[in-house]
């Protein structure tokens, strides 16, 4: 993965006139191995690849109206942050992933989960909240700006970024800091439908079905409809090439993924909510509205269940 090189980005922009223009800001290091901080929020007017790097290259009128976005305020503030936590290095999706490639942007997606959770630290970042305390519940009049609750928690990326690192620090639009995932996890429950066991350690050993992951992401949206798809890869441990363009059939693309690993009957749990051609598979994750109580049940178990389900509703109904 491409990591910010934290000092380098605050060192350019403390003298951007005397700033050397050959000096690298990213740099080529091991998720695995490397200590680092990593960016989550919701995408507005950003920075990309090609203007960050090429920053010192641009004529001035260029560079300073790049200079003035908030998606590039939010990359130094994010550096800030990385630097008072003692880390080195940052990634930030806008500005880490060269786009012009598609095989670097299909391995991003791919390996996204990943880096969400190898990172020491997350940083969310919640643009329309304006108040340095978190909500206790929907209607608080502190998220007035948002209408409820805060946008990031609608979105589809976002519920890996949620779930994946150990460490995700929440704040508010000025950069103050507003709570962390584990003394929020309460809070987090409510909003997001998410078991708190989830929230505090992760999904590893807790034996949770298809459908009760896939109600997580009922809810939430993407501005790309194979994003609907592609942002649950991690969360399944599966990968798939990226084919945007492909629509609808990136999530059953997802789903027979899923099946093919996973004897999970719950992936047929789905509610048809409106008239369509039939098919076993769900068209869209809010299909799975709903199924945040279903449980998995293994292979050995599912006959015996399934009995005494129909002997229970036989007796019900003579």
């Not at 809810?219 to 649950?232: C, G, H, Q």
């Not at 009957?265 to 509610?271: C, G, N, V």
Request: aromatic fraction near 10%.
């Amino acid at each position: 993965m491409k990591l910010l090189d934290v000092e380098a980005v605050l060192g350019r922009e403390t003298d951007i006139q005397q700033a050397d223009p050959e000096r690298e800001i990213l740099k080529e290091l091991d998720d695995e191995t490397t200590s680092y901080a990593i960016l989550s929020h919701r995408w507005g007017v950003e920075v990309g690849y090609e203007e960050m790097t090429g920053l010192m290259k641009m004529e001035e009128r260029k560079r300073d109206e790049v200079r003035q976005r908030a998606g590039y305020q939010k990359i130094i503030e994010s550096c800030e942050q990385a630097k008072k936590d003692g880390y080195v290095w940052l990634w930030v999706d806008t500005c880490c992933i060269d786009k012009r490639s598609s095989a670097e942007l299909s391995e991003a997606i791919n390996s996204m989960y990943r880096w969400y959770k190898n990172a020491r630290v997350c940083y969310a970042y919640l643009n329309d909240v304006g108040e340095s305390t978190f909500p206790t519940k929907k209607d608080d009049n502190k998220f007035a700006e948002s209408n409820g609750w805060p946008e990031w928690f609608g979105r589809g990326w976002t519920l890996q970024e949620l779930i994946a690192p150990q460490e995700v620090k929440f704040f508010n639009k000025d950069w103050v800091h507003i709570g962390n995932k584990q003394r929020l996890a309460s809070t987090l429950e409510d909003i997001t439908g998410i078991p708190r066991g989830v929230l505090t350690s992760g999904l590893a050993g807790k034996g949770l079905s298809v459908a009760e992951i896939m109600s997580w992401a009922a809810n939430r949206e993407t501005t790309r409809v194979e994003d609907r798809a592609y942002s649950l890869m991690g969360l399944f441990g599966v990968n798939m090439p990226m084919l945007y363009g492909e629509g609808k059939k990136a999530f059953q693309r997802l789903q027979l993924k899923i099946i093919r690993r996973s004897s999970d009957q719950s992936i047929f749990a789905w509610q048809l909510r409106i008239s369509r051609a039939s098919s076993v598979l769900a068209e869209d994750p809010s299909d799975f509205r709903g199924c945040g109580r279903i449980e998995k049940v293994e292979p050995d178990e599912f006959v015996d269940r399934l009995m005494e389900y129909i002997e229970s509703w036989r007796l019900g109904h003579p």
